[in-house]
């Protein structure tokens, strides 16, 4: 049973992103504060989830939440300031896009930074034991799908509808064949070692 409040303060926000170990597209952060009665059995850590029961979801809780956002953060600015940074940077610019504004903010995971003095605290699988923050990562989970979707029909030889970017074989083996598209994250690394041995011993 996941709980609602980890603070005594209203307006408590929680916040998680998703994205962070792909190789192309953005990394995609939410954040939602919801009401103290809010319960929904099938609300869980998205990872948890099937897709059909994320985007069932998505809608029930935008229309119960009491403010919601979301962020992508893309490639020129994750090659710029690293994954973490701008895993944090788009958790932030979500809780400031929130109204009213959050008193409290739990954070998925254990590196946060301040955020205009808002007190936080950092809960290692917090999508598992919180519900908003269980909620934010079926946001930032489906909102980054959406858009997987969307580049795959500009660039369907990598099949991010399926892989949404993770660095499948499949994948992979796209990258070797296609090289990068401006999708793709430069400071990453987009082949491994062996998969380019292997590729040129054959």
Same mark, same amino acid.
């Given at each position: 049973?996941? =709980?609602? +409040?980890?603070?005594?303060f209203?307006? %408590?926000?929680g916040?998680d992103?998703?994205g962070?170990?792909?190789?192309?597209?953005? @990394?995609?952060?939410?954040?939602?504060?919801?009401?103290p009665?809010? $319960?929904?059995?099938?609300?869980?850590?998205?990872?948890?989830?099937?897709?059909?029961?994320? /985007?069932?979801l +998505?809608?029930?809780?935008?229309?119960?939440?009491?403010?919601?956002? #979301?962020?992508? !953060?893309? +490639?020129?600015?994750?090659d %710029?300031?690293?994954?973490?940074?701008?895993?944090?940077?788009?958790?932030?610019?979500? =809780?400031?896009? !929130?109204h009213?504004?959050? =008193?409290y903010?739990?954070v998925?995971?254990?590196?946060f930074?301040?955020?205009?003095?808002?007190?936080?605290?950092?809960?290692?699988?917090?999508?598992? $034991?919180?519900?908003?923050?269980?909620?934010?990562?079926?946001?930032? $989970?489906? /909102?980054?799908?959406?858009?997987?979707?969307?580049?795959? =029909?500009?660039?369907?030889?990598y099949?991010?509808k399926?892989?949404?970017? #993770?660095?499948?074989? %499949?994948?992979? @083996?796209?990258?070797? $064949?296609y090289?990068?598209?401006p999708?793709?994250?430069?400071?990453?690394?987009? !082949?491994?070692?062996?998969?380019?041995?292997?590729?040129?011993?054959?």
């Amino acid at each position: 049973m996941l =709980l609602t +409040r980890f603070s005594t303060f209203a307006n %408590e926000a929680g916040t998680d992103e998703a994205g962070r170990g792909c190789l192309a597209g953005p @990394v995609t952060a939410a954040a939602v504060i919801l009401p103290p009665d809010f $319960k929904h059995p099938l609300l869980n850590d998205s990872k948890q989830l099937t897709e059909k029961q994320r /985007y069932q979801l +998505r809608p029930i809780i935008e229309a119960e939440a009491i403010a919601f956002a #979301y962020t992508h !953060l893309h +490639r020129d600015v994750i090659d %710029e300031i690293n994954i973490l940074n701008a895993s944090i940077q788009a958790m932030q610019e979500s =809780l400031r896009k !929130l109204h009213p504004s959050p =008193l409290y903010i739990i954070v998925d995971g254990n590196r946060f930074k301040p955020l205009d003095n808002i007190p936080h605290s950092c809960i290692v699988k917090g999508d598992s $034991k919180y519900l908003s923050i269980a909620a934010a990562s079926v946001l930032a $989970k489906t /909102y980054r799908d959406d858009f997987m979707d969307e580049i795959h =029909l500009k660039h369907p030889e990598y099949n991010w509808k399926k892989n949404k970017g #993770y660095p499948t074989v %499949e994948h992979r @083996v796209a990258i070797k $064949k296609y090289g990068s598209t401006p999708y793709h994250r430069l400071s990453f690394k987009l !082949l491994p070692d062996q998969l380019s041995l292997d590729f040129d011993a054959q």
